[in-house]
């Protein structure tokens, strides 16, 4: 019950409150570098560590052996609907991360690259309509970017009309996973926003597209050039 009180405090805070998010185009450069590269974010966090006890499963890849190796075996579970290796962490009865111990990481130094390159304003810039009620949901609703250019805001909107595709046609990437998660879609959409750009389902309504099998072709070329640039990076 206090817990609970805590948490309805905090959010009634952070809903009063206007986050500033940067410029659009220097954060969707720096998140696409982040997410290629497994590098980290520089997130205007300040003293919010919401992703830390907002009930949030963390994907670890096979590759990251340094931070497997630092997480209880009996922590980890195999992640659905991907290749093996490919792990996730879960969190307590509290919704807390296991590795976040005395309001802090355990592990930061080795923390998983999902947590290095994690910023909720993926949400924001996507658009996507979060329906969960958590801290995270909660930051997301406030951000706010700065669309500065004619750039920024065609940037913007290919972002958002490649999430809107997505949920309405996840078959377009067929044999790869299309995440439920909104954070997940919306780190997705990141990915292959660049189809978007220049294009008729730029629309004020992008979620009444029709499914065309050429856009589905791109999306998914989109995303496999951004995975073959990852992968080249770890390596």
């Known amino acids: 019950m206090v817990r609970r009180i805590y948490l309805k405090r905090q959010m009634k805070k952070i809903e009063q409150s206007s986050l500033h998010a940067g410029r659009f185009s220097t954060w969707l450069r720096n998140i696409r570098n982040a997410l290629a590269e497994s590098g980290g974010m520089n997130v205007p966090c300040g003293e919010c560590n919401a992703c830390c006890r907002s009930s949030h499963f963390i994907h670890i890849k096979p590759e990251e052996t340094s931070t497997l190796c630092r997480i209880p075996k009996e922590l980890l579970f195999p992640a659905p609907l991907l290749p093996t290796g490919h792990m996730v962490l879960g969190y307590d009865e509290h919704g807390r991360c296991p590795m976040f111990i005395r309001n802090k990481c355990s592990i930061y130094k080795y923390r998983p690259a999902t947590c290095r390159s994690f910023d909720c304003r993926v949400i924001a810039a996507s658009g996507i309509a979060v329906k969960d009620n958590n801290l995270i949901a909660q930051h997301a609703r406030c951000w706010k970017f700065s669309c500065i250019t004619k750039g920024d805001r065609n940037l913007l909107s290919a972002v958002q009309a490649a999430a809107s595709f ?46 065309d099998s050429d856009i589905a072709k791109k999306v998914l070329k989109s995303y496999k050039i951004f995975e073959k640039r990852r992968h080249a990076t770890i390596r």
């Open 166 to 211: 997505l949920i309405k046609y996840p078959e377009c990437i067929r044999d790869n996973f299309v995440p439920i998660d909104a954070i997940q879609l919306a780190v997705l959409a990141i990915k292959v926003y660049e189809v978007f750009l220049n294009s008729n389902v730029t629309t004020a309504n992008p979620a009444q597209a029709t499914l």
